[in-house]
């Protein structure tokens, strides 16, 4: 959902809530991506303290975590959430062709946030998915492959049959760890770290993504 389907205020909550001016200024978009992004609440404040250096990053983990759960609240009741265009008419495309999607996010506030973009009047985005695993108390976060099979499992549907859109390396290896295809896209010009996590096609808009091969269950680049 973060980073795919929505411009969320996640990473910016994340900063936000850390209290020090120098690891505000510190936690970059990269330590995000790399640390955080995908991971349950706890383990993403736990790595992001600790890639700071935080000599005490698992006594100050929990407190991290609940900060950065109020300043989130805070951030998507002022409006701060963005729905990527692109993301919405490739989900339009999917549901065309007939296929079910599931909806996959570590985060407790997906559901909050989905239900603010509206793809008609009578539809937000959260109605458009066959299945919703966002929030799942998980026994692994990614990279382990837990949320994805769960997904595909309650579609239902084989890994196998499965490709899974994430805009994280640690999202792409969960997804090839599950039998699943990757398609990485890289809205941070992170292109070469989820082609290094194994993903089969990398884009920067889900635009560039051909529908017709698709169809025919292919996952390749449009034709210019």
């Not at 509206?118 to 837990?146: I, M, T, Y």
């Not at 398609?183 to 017709?212: F, N």
Request: charged fraction near 25%; aromatic fraction near 4%.
């Amino acid at each position: 959902m973060d980073g795919v389907l929505l411009a969320s205020p996640h990473e910016r909550a994340w900063r936000e809530a850390l209290g020090d001016p120098a690891d505000e200024a510190r936690f970059t978009t990269a330590v995000y991506q790399s640390q955080v992004a995908g991971k349950p609440r706890l383990a993403g404040a736990l790595a992001a303290l600790q890639a700071l250096g935080r000599r005490h990053a698992d006594r100050e983990a929990a407190d991290y975590a609940q900060r950065k759960q109020r300043r989130l609240e805070e951030l998507i009741h002022a409006g701060a959430v963005n729905a990527f265009p692109d993301a919405l008419r490739f989900v339009r495309a999917v549901m065309a062709l007939g296929w079910p999607m599931a909806v996959a996010s570590s985060s407790k506030n997906a559901n909050e946030m989905m239900r603010l973009v509206q793809l008609d009047a009578d539809h937000s985005l959260l109605d458009v998915f066959g299945s919703n695993v966002c929030g799942r108390d998980l026994k692994q976060g990614k990279p382990n492959p837990e949320i994805f099979l769960l997904a595909a499992a309650d579609l239902p549907a084989a890994p196998g049959n499965c490709f899974v859109v994430e805009d994280a390396p640690a999202g792409i290896e969960a997804a090839c760890a599950g039998g699943m295809t990757g398609l990485g896209i890289a809205r941070l010009h992170d292109a070469a770290s989820l082609r290094a996590a194994g993903a089969s096609l990398v884009v920067t808009s889900l635009d560039e993504v051909s529908i017709e091969e698709l169809s025919l269950g292919r996952l390749c680049r449009r034709a210019p």
